[in-house]
């Protein structure tokens, strides 16, 4: 199977775009943060959008949706548990489900926490995630709808996806994720390089997304609560994994 093609743009603020095409001219953007920035992104790249693959239904993910339906004739996926709140959806889906885009198999993995019915789009043939507000780059999204067990538990089956899978995520949050990372993990030497990293490539204008599984597994705390050194950090002991990760989360969201 040769390569499918990944475009990713920032819009809005601080959101990702993300523009998927296939071989056979299939083009899915994951979520449809804002429609005039997916259309450009469109023009650019050349592709005819197909699809919209929607990982939850935050406005800041869904808000272009009625727009791209109306002038591209795209169909709308979206997590079952949130149907009712996506705009525009024709096929819902959820943990288990999977389908086939432009020849591309497509994994539907339940990820709740940030909102209840959050899904995440993977793709193992090419080794490709799309975590939403999830997983970020040395970060995670709040837990706004579900708890920190479940959070916890969504986050644990990102992690245990192959090491080489591209992790897409809804947000460019990675400076302040490595700078909170490094409050827990001051002697992460691989957690200070990326941090320096993205401090280069956003001066320069990148985006510091995708990133990989196997560098997150390294540098990204809220995936290493089993980490001794953070434990005796937080002066948490033999506790379960997912109250040091909800420790971990509340200090970010005061931070
Ligand atoms: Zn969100
Ligand atoms: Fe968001």
Redesign the pocket.
Known sequence: MSALEIHVFLCRKDNIGVLVHAEDGTTAAIDAPDADAVLAALDVTGWSLTHILVT?H?G??TAGNLELKDKTGCRIIGPRGEAARIPGIDVDVDDGDSFVLGGHRVEVIGTPG??MG?VTYFMPDDRAAFV??TLFVMGC??V?EGNYEMMWHSLCRIASLPRDTRIYC?HDYTIANARFGLSIEPDNALLRHRLEDAEQRTADGRITVPTVLEQELQTNVFLRPHNFGTRTRLGMGAVADWRVFGEMRDRKNKS
């Open positions: 939850h935050h800041d993910h940030h909102t959050h939403g507000d999204g709040r706004l809804g």
